[in-house]
């Protein structure tokens, strides 16, 4: 076993947004023993777990699941449907949009990183880190594209470094209103099942997703989802591929396995999950995170502290990023919260380092244990001096008591 030099009592309070915690139900069926992956019994697990993840994304189409990290599948994203010197139109609406970008600028991509060009009033130098992806700034520059040089469009639909939640309907929108023919390109490594998504209805042609976040497995795989379009554009994609070829693996997935061998116990994990989320039934997933996530954020504005996305339109339901006061290291304060009380939060990532902190509220949570992410935070602001307008605590306690979940919250599962 693992020896940690500490073993505080209770339950870890692991209120980062993603890796999520896990449920004790999804550990104990990814217990099970791993089995022969070319045997006769792996082909159900398969064919089970290919065509659950479809009804997550919403989609007809196949879902290539890799076991790979997100990062992974940003990378299959690019590598199947472009070639040597496309050139992509990015969004830049954070860290994770701003780590896309890089790896498809070292895949020999031409990227352009569009941006809101406004300036902030609480952090200056946040540019376009507090906002959604502008769709009208998109179909500006397709207009602009006459020769339809712009091979796809990719964009970030949670963003988790901000807690950003971006309308990827208006973005395809976007692209059909300029009249161009570039792929878009989502990851929702974040998003999915938590946020509401529509892989089909919002005409993405690949979507891109992780295990840790919504689906609330650890991490390990990870998918895309395809559109015809992306199956085409795949045939003549030039970049160099192997491991993360889609054709091989979806004709495998017919049957219902894989040309190598898959991540078995966490397929056993997914199979469980999609029980969950599915018995659950996807929109009352994403009510319950629209739910709790209004309550979060009751407690940041009782603090009288900023949250980090400027925009109420696209609150993240997923979680929600607070920016210190000048002066407060929100790193010294997560430090301090997490030695005090055992509660891990999210830092600043990139140019946020320092000045904000992040609080997941997706997955396997309930009222109580937000309420009681909202006291660690509390208590950790109030110890480390910030004067605070009122009681986050009572106000997110007063948003729960004040908005009942509905009842009865069925799982057929
Ligand atoms: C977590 C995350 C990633 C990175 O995924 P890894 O599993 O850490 O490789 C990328 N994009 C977004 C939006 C994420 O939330």
Redesign the pocket.
């Known amino acids: 076993m693992l020896q940690l030099d500490i073993h505080p009592t209770g339950r870890h309070f692991l209120q980062i ?2 890796p999520s915690p896990v449920p004790d139900r999804i550990l104990r069926a990814m217990s099970l023993p791993t089995i022969d992956h070319r045997g006769p019994e792996f082909a159900g697990l398969g064919l089970k777990v290919l065509s659950g993840i479809q009804q997550i994304f919403k989609t007809k189409h196949p879902v290539v699941i890799y076991p ?7 990378e299959a994203a690019l590598l199947n449907t472009l070639s040597p010197g496309d050139h992509v139109l990015m969004y830049e609406t ?1 860290h ?2 701003s ?2 970008n890089k790896m498809a600028t070292k895949l020999g991509i031409a990227t352009e990183f569009l941006a809101w060009e406004g300036r902030d009033e609480h952090l200056p130098n946040a540019g376009s880190w507090r906002r959604g992806v502008q769709a009208e700034l998109i179909e500006a520059r397709l207009r602009k594209d006459t020769e339809k040089k712009i091979k796809a469009v990719c964009v ?6 901000t807690g950003v939640t971006s309308d990827i309907a208006a973005v395809r929108q976007a692209i059909d209103a300029a009249g161009h023919p570039a792929l878009l390109m989502v ?5 999915l099942a938590s946020a509401d998504f529509r892989h089909d209805e919002w005409g993405v042609d690949v979507t ?1 997703s ?4 919504g689906l609330m497995l650890p ?1 390990g795989i ?1 998918f895309n989802a395809l559109s015809p379009r992306a199956l085409e554009a795949s045939k003549s994609a030039k970049l160099p591929r192997a491991f993360f070829d889609w054709a091989e693996i979806v004709e495998m997935n017919k049957t219902g396995y894989w040309p190598y061998t898959p991540s078995t116990n966490l397929l056993y994990g997914l199979s469980e999950a999609l029980d969950m989320v599915l018995g659950e039934g996807l929109e009352n997933v994403f009510a319950r995170h629209q739910r709790w996530a209004a309550g979060v954020r009751a407690g940041v504005n009782a603090w009288g502290l900023p949250i980090q996305c400027a925009d109420p339109a696209v609150y993240s339901p997923v979680l929600t990023g607070v920016i210190t006061p000048e002066g407060v290291d929100a790193d010294a304060l997560r430090k301090l919260i997490h030695e005090r009380f055992d509660l891990s939060l999210g830092t600043g990532l990139g140019k946020l380092k320092g000045r904000m902190f992040r609080m997941g509220h997706l997955g396997d949570s309930n009222d109580l244990t937000l309420v009681a992410m909202v006291a660690g935070v509390e208590m950790g602001l109030k110890l480390a001096g910030v004067k605070l307008a009122g009681s986050g605590v009572q106000a997110t306690m007063d948003h729960f008591a004040g908005h009942p979940a509905p009842l009865p919250r069925k799982n057929a599962a």
């Open positions: 947004p993603g790979a990290s997100g990062t992974g599948a940003w954070g994770f949009a780590l896309w970030v639909h949670n963003e988790t470094s990851d929702s490594i974040s998003g891109v992780g295990s840790q976040k991490p990870s």
